[in-house]
């Protein structure tokens, strides 16, 4: 029997052992903040920062949003950030990507207060990850940690493939998962679209990781016996159905469950992961920054 992974039911355990450490906060006189910056009016990052709002509310953190037109001057939205750094109600914030395309994204990045960057995007929270002293995990390879752990999935001396090099799930992901610790400790085989024979790249691994933007990319022909699947892909395919789409994920589902032992789904696996991880990061930004200890 394939093990469904259930993200849903994880996140959900995420979010209660977090309501513990914001009552920790609170005795101590403080609420996290978080904060969510979107610069234009791309529906599908609005939905997401309705979801980042709504998911604080339910945990108890303190949720602010900041709204910047997407024809204003890079500088308005450098004002924002500015503000925010300086805000000691806000522990953390995200600035929703993609941002319109005279921003340049990099720079938004790097004016965000290290100290207040949940998403770990900072360079220099991305050196600390490397070096094996990470403040903030990136939400969604956190999540995917997260999910191995649940299914007492032991990584140490596994071969591990991704599909994807990106700067948010590929190359993170892979740093954490050689790290020397008890959630890393893998032999670590990072795919992208110049990658010769993929197939025998996740074939040969125990547990495949796939990210790459492409919808049902990976079938079960490319997966090993008994390998560990998890699908962070999220992809929105013509379909008829009364929205006229529906959302797969970068493996086909069907034939890649028939040869692994177990694999996450889409939707319910990784994304709920994310959203959770994020909250931890704010009330890990809390803890930090008004020097109170919570157990996370
Ligand atoms: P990017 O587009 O930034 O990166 C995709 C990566 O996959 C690139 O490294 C690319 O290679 C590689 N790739 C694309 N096509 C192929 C292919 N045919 N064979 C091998 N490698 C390929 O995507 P993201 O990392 O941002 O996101 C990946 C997926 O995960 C998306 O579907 C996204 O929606 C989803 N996602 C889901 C999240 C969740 O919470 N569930 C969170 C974040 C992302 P190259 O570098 O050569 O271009």
Redesign the pocket.
Known sequence: MTEIIDGNAVASEIRDDLTDAIETLAEAGSRPGLATVLMGDDPASQTYVNMKQRDCEEVGIESHHVDVDGDADPEVLYDAIADLNDDPEIHGYIVQAPVPDHVDYREVIRRVDPAKDVDGFHPENVGRLVAGDARFRPC?PHGVQKLLESADIDLEGKDVTI????D???KPLANLLIQKADDGNATVTV?????ED?ATKTRNADIVVA????PE?VDGSMIGDGAVVID????RVSADTEKGYELVG?VEFESAKAKASAITPVPGG??PM?RAMLLYNTVKAAGLQEDVAVDL
């Open positions: 969604t599909v994807g090099r990106s948010i799930v590929g795919c992208h679209s110049r990658t993929l990210a790459a933007g492409a990319l962070v892909g999220v992809n970068d990784v994304g994310t």
